[in-house]
């Protein structure tokens, strides 16, 4: 099974980045399609960005293309969300998870592992 640990998160006004790193170890973590994920208080937890096993073009949601930007580094078993011109909805905790087999689904309940997760907060 494959671990997973975020850091990165922090706080930023409106308009700054943060960059959140994934490390993953316990698996071969090339075999797994991975995504960031994020839960505001009081909502369900929804996909932000998947990124398959073999790379290709990345999922992500409506409310964060052209922001937000997914990689992998799978030589350092290490994911990345690289977050621009954060917004406040953007406040949210955000998770790395990830999923065996080869179909990159984006649905949350597809994903069997998951990080402790990492704080974002944005204010305005």
């Known amino acids: 099974q494959v671990q997973l640990v975020e850091s990165g998160g922090g706080s930023v006004q409106a308009g700054g980045s943060l960059r959140l790193s994934c490390a993953a170890s316990g698996g071969t973590f090339s075999t797994y399609t991975v995504g960031w994920f994020r839960q505001a208080p009081g909502k369900e937890r929804e996909t932000v960005t998947t990124l398959s096993r073999s790379g290709g073009i990345p999922y992500y949601a409506d409310s964060v293309k052209g922001r937000f930007t997914i990689s992998r580094d799978n030589a350092e078993n290490t994911v990345y969300l690289q977050m621009n011109s954060l917004k406040p909805e953007d406040t949210a905790v955000y998770y790395c998870?990830?999923?065996?087999?080869?179909?990159?689904?984006?649905?949350?309940?597809?994903?069997?592992?998951w990080g402790q997760g990492t704080q974002v907060t944005v204010s305005s």
């Open positions: 998870g990830a999923r065996a087999g080869i179909a990159a689904r984006v649905e949350v309940d597809k994903y069997a592992y």
